[in-house]
């Protein structure tokens, strides 16, 4: 298993074996530039300055050799990330000046259509919810995400046209909420027995369930803390609904 650590080691790389630190900066981005940039835009920045420092800041880890002080044995991967972001945010309004879009390195940034989705909940948070401080903000954001990937690698595994059906037609099972579909009806849905849509919401809870510790575990330093951090994540992902 790929841990965030191990990945962010690979960054070191970047003389010897440029594509593997290039291949690790992609992946740290894309596992980490959603709560990174919301914790930025509630930081009081627009759309365009959030996108630099964002930006600007996996540059600065590369380039600054920010990750390499840290012992890594202790602590969760998240408070790492956490404190060397405020650093970084803290330094960019002291000296007014940062670099734009990472400088002259190549832009990592998301799809538009997920960027303006995190755009959406970043205004719907700003008016609906009550100011959090710094670390609660983080971790719900990181919380967020976390589950988010687990869901769109459910979501790739279910993507022939039968098994998507059954996906779109299970998903609020896996999420909750109110206003959920009985079995019944979503058996109806599906043209299937209540019984053979049960055994299929058996499979894709427990196949949710692999996937979404598969993600925990890539952020901790050791594998015996995956259940300790799986329950932590309920716990913020519960306090902040």
Not at 23 to 46: I, K
Not at 100 to 110: D, E, T, Y
Not at 135 to 150: H, I, K, M
Request: aromatic share 10%.
């Amino acid at each position: 298993m790929t841990t965030h650590w191990s990945v962010v080691s690979d960054f070191a790389l970047e003389q010897t074996a440029p594509d593997r630190a290039e291949a690790a900066l992609t992946r740290l981005c894309r596992d980490y530039w959603p709560p990174l940039y919301r914790f930025v835009r509630r930081y009081g920045y627009n759309r365009d300055d959030a996108q630099d420092l964002t930006q600007g800041f996996f540059a600065y880890l590369i380039e600054k050799r920010a990750y390499a002080d840290p012992d890594r044995s202790k602590g969760r991967f998240r408070t790492f990330l956490l404190t060397l972001l405020k650093r970084y945010l803290g330094a960019a309004k002291d000296h007014k000046c940062r670099q734009k879009r990472g400088g002259g390195n190549a832009a990592l940034c998301l799809e538009s259509g997920k960027l303006n989705a995190l755009d959406r909940a970043c205004e719907d948070a700003l008016l609906t919810r009550a100011p959090l401080d710094e670390e609660r903000l983080f971790e719900r954001n990181w919380a967020t995400a976390l589950v988010s990937r687990a869901m769109d690698a459910l979501n790739d595994e279910y993507a022939t046209e039968r098994k998507a059906r059954v996906f779109a037609e299970l998903q609020p099972f896996l999420t909750g909420g109110v206003g959920l579909p009985t079995h019944e009806a979503a058996a109806g849905h599906l043209g299937v027995s209540v019984e053979t849509l049960r055994s299929h919401l058996f499979r894709l809870r427990a196949r949710y369930r692999a996937l979404l510790r598969a993600e925990v575990l890539r952020t901790v330093p050791r594998e015996k803390d995956i259940d300790d951090e799986l329950r932590y994540l309920c716990r913020v992902l519960i306090a902040t609904a």
